[in-house]
Structures are given as C-alpha cells and as structure tokens.
C-alpha cells in the first residue's frame, strides 16, 4: 500500500479528481500534485488541492530537472500529464512528442531512481484510425452503431477489447502514448520497475474545461448554459458519431482498487472506459443538454471530417472488469448533470474560461 504519492499532470482535471478523491479515501496518505499549469483553468485546481492537504509543485516534466528524486521521492507516480489532444499532433508536434514522449522518459526515470511504481494513464488512441474507421456500422436515427459481424478481432457489439490490431497510424498523440507503452514495459524489464497502464477514452465529470478538441462533455454542457453555438463536425454533420464516457468518479474508484492491490496487476494493459450502456452520440449529448438546462442552442453541420475523426469508439471493458470486480456506476445523465450542477455553481469564474 503507498504511503506517499506522486501525481503528474496533478492540477489538470484528472490528476486534481484523482488526488482529492484518493486523499479522501486515505486521510494518511502523502499526495504531492506536480504540473506546468499550461492548461487554461487548472490554476483554479491550487485551491482545491490545498483545502485538502495536497502539496502542489510547480513543474514540468519535460524537464528532467524538475522531477527531482530527493524532493519527489514517492513510493508511487500516477502519470496524468499528457497533451491530450489529438488536434495538437497536427498544429503543434513538437509539444506533444516533448509532454508525451519525453515526459514518459523523465517519469521513467524518476520512478527508476525512487524505485516508485508507475500507473500510467494511456488512451484509447493507441489503436488506429484507419482499422476503428473500418469497424463495420449500422446507421440508427440518432447514431451510430457497431454491426453484429466483424472480420477484425478485438471488436464485438461490447466495444473494442485489448485484442484489437495495432498495426497503422493513430495521430501523433495516439503514437506518443503507444510508444510510452512500450517504453514502460522495457524499463519494467530491465530496472524492475512495477507498472499498470490505463487506457482511457472519454473521462468526464466537473472541473473539466471542455474545448472543442477534447472535453467533449464540458463543451457541450456549457455551450448550452452559456447560450453558444456549437457544430456536428464531419460524418455528413450528423451527430451520429458515438463515445463511451467514464466519469472520473468511476475511474478514481479503479484507480484506488490497483493502488490497494497494485502487485496483482503489475504488467498488466487495461481499456478503461463506460462502454456500450454509457454511450452517447452527439445528437443524444444535445438531447440531454436541453433536458438538462431547459436550453436550446443552434447547432451547424459540417460536412467534412478534420484529420484523425473517427465515427465511433466504445471501450471493451470486460477484461479489467473481471480482473478487478469493478464496474462503471455513474450513467450519462448523471455525469452531464453534474457538469451543469458544476458550471452553475462557478458561473462567475468559468464563463471566461468556458
């Protein structure tokens, strides 16, 4: 069981819902949040993280430097820090290959000096687009869905599983963060270094600033309470393009289960996401944004895709679900709801940010 904690990319919204729920849940625990503060609104996370005890160290973990072993010395790191955007590999590859890549190296070696354990948040970009963008689909009136018969393994109507080809490009995001993969089980090989990898899809919850290229969730949910127009990008403009979505609270309580239990699941690969019963497309996000707000907001079609689109993704949970016995509790209302409950409570401060 870790006593101290060490969690990179811990003012942005995971690694701050992550450090405050697990304090929570173990008032003893040491939690030092590392970040660059890069991200607009993750400076609203400092008072937070202090209301609970959490130490905050303004880093980056581009820089070696920065991850000093004496004063971060943690019996574990949570890598939450990540460009997690897909966009970005395509506007700016350079940040991304640096945050992605080598800020995995410089955690590696932190955690090889400190001889921390690593549980390291990936994504379910590592799989690539061209095979997702191949998955057999129906076309339902308000989206898409996965066919019954597939020729690729790794792809049932529960999602895509672990089993799923990796062989083509993903985006340069998707790349950094396969490649980080690989690098993690080579330093577990040779330095003995304990690790379990994560790979999320679409995490939600409150304190997430959504943009139009990740958060999806908070976008939406503050376009409709700020009364600001939106569009159904690409897939004819139809809205009919499906994610899974995780609240941060589902993963937090995983998250908790492989730190109490840390050594049963060394090594191990997981998708981490709600899957197929925690599924929205877009049109049924804009359903229950209205439902939520009382709100209608106007919504453009644009026909054409931008560069790593794809029409859909759900996670295949089944293999971390029976290792560990959990399960995704929290449902897509709930989770949009609380965005709101969220936003309106913060109306002030988020309405420049969001």
């Not at 970005?88 to 350079?94: E, I, L, M, N």
């Not at 076309?139 to 799923?164: C, M, V």
């Not at 990008?233 to 589902?250: A, N, T, Y």
């Not at 996000?285 to 939520?292: A, E, G, H, N």
Request: glycine content about 10%; charged content about 20%; some cysteine.
């Amino acid at each position: 069981m870790p006593e101290r904690i060490l969690i990179v990319g811990g003012a942005g919204f995971i690694g701050s819902c992550l450090a405050i729920g697990l304090k929570k849940l173990h008032p003893e625990w040491q939690i030092i949040c590392l970040d660059n503060l890069r991200r607009r609104g993750s400076e609203l996370n400092l008072p937070r993280l202090k209301s609970c005890g959490i130490e905050f160290v303004y880093g980056d973990i581009r820089t070696a430097a920065d991850l000093d072993p004496v004063a971060l010395n943690a019996d574990c790191i949570i890598d939450c820090a990540a460009e997690p955007s897909v966009l970005a590999g395509f506007s700016s590859p350079q940040y991304v290959l640096q945050t992605n890549l080598l800020g995995t190296v410089n955690v590696l070696e932190l955690a090889r000096q400190t001889g921390a354990s690593l549980l390291f948040l990936s994504t379910s970009r590592v799989y690539p687009i061209a095979s997702v963008k191949s998955v057999k689909l129906l076309e339902l009136p308000n989206r898409f869905a996965i066919a019954p018969e597939q020729t690729l393994p790794g792809i049932s109507e529960l999602g895509i599983s672990e089993d799923f080809p990796l062989k083509g490009h993903r985006s340069l995001y998707g790349a950094t963060k396969l490649a980080s993969e690989l690098l993690i089980e080579e330093y577990r090989e040779a330095y003995n270094v304990s690790a379990i990898i994560n790979r999320c899809g679409l995490i939600t919850g409150a304190w997430q600033m959504g943009k139009v290229d990740q958060g999806v969730c908070g976008l939406w949910v503050a376009a409709h309470y700020f009364q600001k127009s939106l569009s159904y990008i690409g897939f004819g403009g139809s809205g009919k393009q499906v994610r899974d979505l995780l609240h941060v609270e589902d993963l937090l309580r995983l998250v908790n289960y492989q730190l109490e239990h840390f050594a049963e699941f060394d090594g191990e690969v997981f998708n981490v996401g709600g899957g197929v019963s925690n599924s929205l497309s877009l049109v049924e996000t804009t359903d229950l944004c209205q439902k939520i707000t009382g709100k209608s907001i106007s919504i453009n079609p644009v026909l054409e895709e931008r560069a790593g689109d794809i029409p859909i993704f759900i996670t295949d949970s089944s293999r971390v679900m029976e290792k560990t016995g959990w399960r995704p509790v929290i449902g897509p209302e709930a989770a949009l709801q609380d965005i709101y409950d969220w936003i309106a409570a913060n109306e002030v401060v988020l309405s420049s940010i969001l």
